[in-house]
């Protein structure tokens, strides 16, 4: 995974400062005078870490960051901000910023912050390939077969699966094996989480 660092100052100093810093640890860096510019190159961007100014002039930090999400970007934002604006920055933070560092910080708190964002949005990628990959395994199942798939999910068996669809028993019993080749699984637990992988099932239906 590229270590793509985005900094987002309109302090020309900051962003030197941190942009050698960084380059220095194999991280890949670009900087930005304002939110603005920083969401015009987002589509081009790679996914990384984006340290925000929470006071900028023009759009603020928590501003930036709402459109960023909103745009569907994949980033983790660390909101670096004042003393006097941690309740704000706390507020990013519910809005999903990582982390928040308050001026001036010690170079080590940036590292730490940095690999823990890293961390979670390698977790993150790893989680949205199974969801892709799930979601194009269910895709190849035919419609009556997604509803025998549902019904199993609800913890129905064979014979209340065909009366509810109006099969016989053994036409299920086919459909059944079926969804379990085209899904490559060889149990019904395998199938409920991949499933749930691929937003077809919720954890309460399988829990149920």
Known sequence: MIRAVYIVDD???IREELSELLAA???TVQAFDSGEALLKASPTLASGCVILDLNLP????IAVQQRLREAGADHQVIM???EGDVPTAVQAMQAGASDFLLKPFAVRSLLASLEAAFGRLAEEQHAQSARLQA???LARLSPRERDVLRELI???PNKV????LGLSTRTVEMYRGNLMEKLGVRSLPDAMRLALAAGFATVEQIAT
Do not use: H
């Open 11 to 13: 302090d020309a100093g």
């Open 25 to 27: 640890r194999d991280v």
């Open 58 to 61: 023009g759009e603020s930090g």
């Open 80 to 82: 670096l901000t004042g």
């Open 135 to 137: 979601q194009a395994a």
């Open 154 to 156: 609800n913890g129905a």
């Open 161 to 164: 699966i065909a009366f509810t």
